[in-house]
């Protein structure tokens, strides 16, 4: 790989208002994230979170996805090069992030009128099929902000759900923030149920679906800010089906 950076190039993107200088080892990378490019107002911030890859670093993810595919009961897949850069470098920006009052969710954010749901449960629950729903049964109204890892501002009074590039199998989202109103957990039932939560209820499974950085100046931060957002946002608990009806008994209980 010694003639890997022979196609390196650096791109300026701004996630959840933050600016974020990425150096990339392959121009897929500039082409994933260019969605997201920074204005030139907005490259001229000072103090940008500054990304670079390193070639080793692809073999780590490569590690990684084949644990978790093995957790899951899936074979190993060996994904390109490209992949794993990207993978790698939201890495990167998940470590650093927490710093900066944002934490990376392992979750499918949609928004209706304009305010953000935050659907999470563990893999191959269905989240994405869920908000499959909601823009079936809202329509127009509805809106994807991002179907698998969206960022999520936390401050005293406000809680902000932001669309990044890393959007899901289905590549939903929108460059956008909406007021996240509330976090839903996610499972499988015949009837459709749903009713408010205290979040230590969901405490186990909500330090699972938040990246935790490596770092322990980013864990402290990070868990900092798990117990600002459980202050923040209403927590519930959603039993559902795959009928349409599930978006509707969602909506009107949490709304």
């Not at 974020?20 to 392959?26: A, D, G, M």
């Not at 911030?45 to 070639?55: K, L, S």
């Not at 470590?95 to 979750?107: M, Q, S, T």
């Not at 209820?201 to 770092?215: A, G, V």
């Amino acid at each position: 790989m010694s003639d890997v950076r022979m196609n390196e190039k650096f791109i300026h993107v701004t996630l959840a208002e933050e600016p974020v200088e990425v150096h990339c080892l392959y121009p897929q990378t500039v082409d994933f994230l260019a969605s997201y490019r920074s204005t030139k107002e907005q490259q001229e911030v000072e103090d940008p979170i500054r990304v670079e890859v390193q070639p080793e670093e692809l073999e780590t993810e490569q590690i990684k996805s084949d644990r978790e595919r093995e957790l899951e009961g899936l074979p190993k897949h060996i994904w390109p090069k490209e992949y794993l850069e990207q993978l790698a470098v939201y890495r990167h920006i998940a470590d650093e992030i927490p710093k900066r009052n944002v934490i990376l969710f392992h979750g499918s954010v949609i928004a209706v009128d304009g305010e953000g749901y935050l659907f999470t449960a563990v893999s191959g629950t269905g989240k994405s099929t869920h908000t499959r729903l909601w823009r079936k049964y809202f329509g127009d109204r509805a809106e994807m902000i991002n179907d698998d890892k969206p960022l999520i501002r936390i401050e005293e009074g406000k809680v902000l759900a932001y669309g990044t590039p890393w959007d899901g199998k289905h590549h939903l989202s929108t460059n956008k923030a909406v007021p996240l109103k509330a976090i839903c957990f996610l499972d499988r039932g015949v009837e459709n149920e749903i009713h408010q939560i205290d979040p230590m209820e969901k405490y186990p499974m909500l330090l699972q679906q938040i990246y935790r950085p490596k770092t322990a100046e980013g864990l402290t931060c990070t868990m900092h800010l798990i117990d600002l957002l459980m202050k923040e946002t209403k927590f519930y608990h959603l039993h559902c089906n795959m009928d349409i009806e599930a978006a509707e008994v969602a909506w009107n209980g949490m709304h």
